[in-house]
C-alpha cells in the first residue's frame, strides 16, 4: 500500500505542476492589458505604465511564473488588482459558500443516484426500470441553468416558498443559509444525479450477469441479500470514479448556478475577475479549481485500493 500512495502521490504533483504551466501560460497569451482596464481607456500612457510596474505586470514572464509558484507554496497569492484585497482572502470568502453549496448537491446527486439506480437495476425489464431512465434521460438533457429557472419560478415567483437569490450569510444562522442554498443544490444536482444514475444502473447490471451472483442465489441468498451483500461493492467502483469527477465539477460549475441565484461564491468571483481581466484572481481561481480536480481524482484512486484490492496488486 506504501509504493501504491508513493506512486500516486508523484503522480498527483506532477500534475499540479503541469497544470499550473498551462494555466500561466494560457492567460499569459490573452489579449488585453489589466493597467489598461483599470486605468480606463482615457488614461494616458505613462499612467498605465506605471500601475503596470506597480502590479509586477513590467516582469518577464518567467520570473511572474516562478513568484506565482514560490507564493502559491507559501499562501501567498497576491492581491487582487480590482478588489485590491489579498486574493487569499476572497477566495477563502467565497469558498464559504460554494463548498457547502457543492456538498449539498453532492448529497442530493448521491442519494438520488443510487436510489434510482439501485431501483431500476433491480427492477430490469419491468415497468420501474423504463420509468426510471427515461425520468434520468430527461435530467440530461436538461440544462441546470434552464432548471434552476424553472425552480425560481414555481418556489419563489408562484409559491414565495423560497427568495429567488442572493445569500444572507452564516452569521443569519446555519438553517438560513442552507434554505438559501437549497434550489441552487437542486438543480445543480438534477444533472449529475441523473448522469451517475444511469451509470450505478449499468454498473449493477453488469455484476449481476457475473457467475459468483448465480452462486450465491443457488446458496440460497435473497435477491434484496444478494445485492447488498454482494453485487453493490463490486459494482462501486466506476461509480466512484463518476462521484469524484462530479463533485469536481460541481465545485466548477457552480459559475452559471451562482450568477443565476447571484449567490456571492467562487463562480461568481470568477466571472466578475474575468469581466474585470483581474488576472491574478482568475489564475488562482482557476488553479484552485484545477487542484481540487486532481486532489479529488487521487482520493478516488485511494479509494479504488480500498474497495478492490486487486487495483492495487495490478499496479504494484
Request: net charge neutral; charged share 10%.
Amino acid at each position: 500500500m506504501g509504493l501504491f500512495l508513493f506512486k500516486r502521490l508523484g503522480t498527483l504533483l506532477a500534475t499540479l505542476l503541469g497544470a499550473s504551466v498551462v494555466i500561466f501560460l494560457v492567460l499569459e497569451i490573452l489579449p488585453g492589458n489589466a493597467a489598461q482596464i483599470l486605468m480606463g481607456p482615457d488614461a494616458s500612457p505613462e499612467a498605465v505604465q506605471a500601475l503596470a510596474a506597480k502590479l509586477g505586470l513590467d516582469l518577464p514572464p518567467m520570473t511572474r511564473y516562478w513568484q506565482w509558484l514560490g507564493g502559491l507554496l507559501v499562501g501567498d497569492l497576491g492581491v487582487s488588482y480590482s478588489y485590491s484585497t489579498p486574493v487569499l482572502e476572497l477566495v477563502l470568502e467565497r469558498l464559504a459558500l460554494t463548498v457547502p453549496l457543492a456538498l449539498m448537491a453532492m448529497t442530493f446527486t448521491t442519494v438520488l443516484a443510487l436510489v434510482t439506480g439501485i431501483y431500476a437495476a433491480s427492477h430490469h425489464n419491468r415497468a420501474g426500470d423504463v420509468g426510471m431512465m427515461s425520468l434520468a434521460q430527461i435530467g440530461i438533457a436538461v440544462p441546470n441553468f434552464w432548471f434552476a429557472i424553472l425552480l425560481i419560478l414555481l418556489f419563489s415567483v408562484q409559491l414565495q416558498w423560497f427568495s429567488a437569490g442572493g445569500f444572507p450569510g452564516w452569521d443569519e444562522g446555519v438553517l438560513q443559509g442552507l434554505k438559501s442554498l437549497l434550489l441552487p443544490a437542486i438543480s445543480l444536482a438534477v444533472v449529475q444525479s441523473a448522469i451517475l444514475a444511469r451509470i450505478t444502473r449499468s454498473a449493477l447490471l453488469e455484476v449481476l450477469r457475473e457467475d459468483f451472483v448465480r452462486t450465491a442465489r443457488a446458496k440460497g441468498l435473497s435477491p434484496r441479500a444478494t445485492l447488498w451483500g454482494h453485487v453493490l461493492r463490486n459494482a462501486m467502483i466506476p461509480v466512484i470514479t463518476v462521484m469524484g469527477l462530479q463533485f469536481a465539477n460541481l465545485l466548477a460549475g457552480t459559475i452559471v448556478v451562482e450568477n443565476v441565484f447571484y449567490l456571492p461564491g467562487l463562480g461568481r468571483l470568477i466571472f466578475q475577475a474575468i469581466s474585470n481581466r483581474d488576472l491574478i484572481v482568475v489564475r488562482n481561481c482557476v488553479m484552485l479549481l484545477a487542484a481540487m480536480v486532481i486532489v479529488v481524482n487521487f482520493v478516488v484512486d485511494v479509494l479504488y485500493a480500498v474497495i478492490d484490492p486487486r487495483v492495487k496488486a495490478s499496479d504494484i
